[in-house]
């Protein structure tokens, strides 16, 4: 397998969707360049339309239009707010809807349904939001807004979602917030909210954000998705020769723990072309071929890395040595259950994986992988496992493939772009 080409990757995803929700409180019309045009941001797009917010339409390479409100713009819906499988648009949500004084519903697809809820209702509740959730805290779920109190929160688990969630609360309802996390989590919203001249300091791993007047109308370049990125640079990586470039790509250190994991794998990602937009930084990443070795990951570099364990446990399998990634339970509450089925699918692969309480085991190995994958649904389970299937003697069968749609629609376009059989 020879490796080559030059690929420009979606919109980064959590910033598509915090940039659409910010727009939404501005003052005016905003102009968002190369957002992500794909399944999970056009559900935040179209619950913004049900609450009387235009919202254009977002398509792949072309720029979206959001006109702003100002800090309480949402009317009424006159139906649930369907969040389909996006975790970001259902909790993100929550947040903003707690400082509207009305009554709306959030629902979502199954696996959406199965995901907890709880970590954003119960601080939005001490702020003074009302909301009845189905067994468990679960969606589909009502909430009614209103006059919010100021909070202080310390969340159990490091979630930028969260973080996010209780900000928009704050935004919105016109009071102080700050969230205590056991390891910083992504700042994209703190970087665009200094951006539109929101208040927002950091001590230790405490982060808070003073209420606001205004936001401006904002315009501006939607970086490009690092954790699309990952696959296209992890399959550079394993090919035999060759180099695969992929251009403009957020760098966000809080994001790429990736690259950091994958350089002491022994696989460096040479960063080229640095440029900043949106107060995030970016750059031209380039991969090249390298042996792999094993790599143990600890609890606090998992925030920085989240949605990318799944790749790197099957980078693992094809490193010399066995790889272990402690803390990793979040990913029970993905999507899908990724520890589960990370290690369920290594193991139908022939690999030795296992998953022991928060810990994630890969050992390594030469044999070309050869099985079944159950995706459940889940996108980056899709990706991640399409990587391991370009291995030559690979025979890799996806049980589904279409969720790729979630948040790379043009994914198996790109990745054979960069891959030739030798
Ligand atoms: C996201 C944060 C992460 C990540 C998700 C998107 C975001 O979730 O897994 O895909 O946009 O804030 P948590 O913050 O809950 O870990």
Same mark, same amino acid.
Not at 48 to 75: Q, S
């Given at each position: 397998?020879?490796?080559?080409?030059? *690929?420009? /990757?979606?919109?980064?995803?959590?910033?598509?969707?915090?940039? &659409?929700?910010?727009?939404?409180?501005? @003052?005016?019309?905003?102009?968002?360049?190369?957002?992500?045009? #794909?399944?999970?941001?056009?559900?935040?797009?179209?619950?913004?339309?049900?609450?009387?917010?235009?919202?254009?339409?977002?398509?792949?390479?072309?720029?979206? =239009?959001?006109?702003?409100?100002?800090?309480?713009?949402?009317?009424?819906?006159?139906?649930?707010?369907?969040?389909?499988?996006?975790?970001?648009?259902?909790?993100?949500?929550?947040?903003?809807?707690?400082?509207?004084?009305?009554?709306?519903?959030?629902?979502?697809?199954?696996?959406?349904?199965?995901?907890?809820?709880?970590?954003?209702?119960?601080?939005?509740?001490?702020?003074?939001?009302?909301?009845?959730?189905?067994?468990?805290?679960?969606?589909?779920?009502?909430?009614?807004?209103?006059?919010?109190?100021?909070?202080?929160?310390?969340?159990?688990?490091?979630?930028?979602?969260?973080?996010?969630?209780?900000?928009? #609360?704050?935004?919105?309802?016109?009071?102080?917030?700050?969230? =205590?996390?056991? /390891?910083?989590? +992504?700042?994209?919203?703190?970087?665009?909210?200094?951006?539109?001249?929101?208040?927002?300091?950091?001590?230790?791993?405490?982060?808070?954000?003073?209420?606001?007047?205004?936001?401006?109308?904002?315009?501006?370049?939607?970086?490009?998705?690092?954790?699309?990125?990952?696959?296209? &640079? #992890? #399959?550079?990586?394993?090919?035999?020769?060759?180099?695969?470039?992929?251009?403009?790509?957020?760098?966000?250190?809080?994001?790429?723990?990736?690259?950091?994991?994958?350089?002491?794998?022994?696989?460096?990602?040479?960063?080229?072309?640095?440029?900043?937009?949106?107060?995030?930084?970016?750059?031209?990443?380039? $991969?090249?071929?390298?042996?792999?070795?094993?790599?143990?990951?600890?609890?606090?570099?998992?925030?920085?890395?989240?949605?990318? *364990?799944?790749?790197?446990?099957?980078?693992?399998?094809?490193?010399?040595?066995?790889?272990?990634?402690?803390?990793?339970?979040?990913?029970? /509450?993905?999507?899908?259950?990724?520890?589960? &089925?990370?290690?369920?699918?290594?193991?139908?692969?022939?690999?030795?994986? +296992? $998953?022991?309480?928060?810990?994630?085991?890969?050992?390594? @190995?030469?044999?070309?992988?050869?099985?079944?994958?159950?995706?459940?649904?889940?996108?980056?389970?899709?990706?991640?496992?399409?990587? &391991?299937?370009?291995?030559?003697?690979?025979?890799?069968?996806?049980?589904?493939?279409?969720?790729?749609?979630?948040?790379?629609?043009?994914?198996?376009?790109?990745?054979?772009?960069?891959?030739?059989?030798?």
């Amino acid at each position: 397998m020879i490796a080559g080409g030059e *690929v420009t /990757v979606p919109g980064d995803k959590s910033i598509t969707h915090r940039a &659409l929700f910010l727009a939404s409180l501005s @003052g005016g019309r905003c102009t968002l360049r190369s957002p992500l045009a #794909a399944g999970d941001t056009r559900a935040t797009a179209a619950a913004l339309r049900r609450l009387g917010i235009r919202v254009g339409r977002l398509a792949e390479g072309r720029p979206v =239009t959001v006109t702003g409100g100002g800090l309480r713009p949402y009317r009424p819906a006159t139906r649930a707010l369907e969040c389909h499988n996006s975790g970001t648009t259902a909790r993100l949500l929550l947040g903003l809807l707690a400082g509207h004084a009305f009554a709306s519903r959030l629902t979502g697809d199954r696996s959406l349904r199965r995901r907890p809820m709880a970590r954003v209702t119960e601080p939005l509740r001490a702020m003074g939001a009302v909301i009845h959730a189905s067994e468990g805290e679960r969606l589909p779920l009502s909430i009614r807004g209103g006059a919010l109190a100021p909070l202080a929160w310390r969340s159990p688990v490091a979630s930028a979602q969260v973080k996010t969630t209780l900000f928009f #609360a704050g935004l919105v309802g016109g009071v102080p917030v700050s969230v =205590t996390e056991p /390891v910083i989590s +992504r700042d994209h919203t703190e970087r665009l909210l200094r951006l539109l001249g929101v208040r927002v300091t950091v001590q230790g791993t405490t982060t808070s954000m003073e209420p606001a007047d205004v936001l401006p109308a904002f315009d501006g370049d939607i970086p490009g998705d690092i954790s699309s990125a990952a696959y296209l &640079l #992890a #399959a550079g990586v394993l090919a035999e020769s060759g180099e695969v470039v992929v251009r403009n790509v957020g760098t966000n250190p809080t994001r790429s723990g990736f690259l950091r994991a994958l350089e002491r794998m022994g696989a460096r990602v040479e960063v080229r072309d640095r440029w900043v937009s949106l107060g995030e930084p970016g750059a031209t990443l380039v $991969a090249r071929p390298a042996p792999l070795g094993c790599v143990e990951v600890e609890p606090d570099e998992i925030p920085s890395m989240v949605d990318e *364990v799944p790749l790197l446990a099957c980078l693992a399998a094809r490193a010399a040595g066995t790889s272990v990634f402690r803390g990793v339970g979040e990913l029970r /509450v993905k999507e899908s259950d990724r520890l589960a &089925l990370v290690a369920a699918n290594l193991a139908a692969l022939g690999v030795a994986a +296992r $998953a022991e309480g928060d810990t994630l085991i890969v050992e390594g @190995g030469e044999a070309p992988p050869r099985g079944r994958v159950v995706t459940a649904g889940d996108h980056r389970l899709a990706m991640a496992f399409a990587v &391991l299937r370009a291995i030559p003697g690979a025979d890799v069968e996806l049980d589904d493939s279409r969720s790729v749609a979630i948040s790379y629609p043009n994914f198996f376009r790109d990745l054979s772009s960069v891959l030739h059989p030798s």
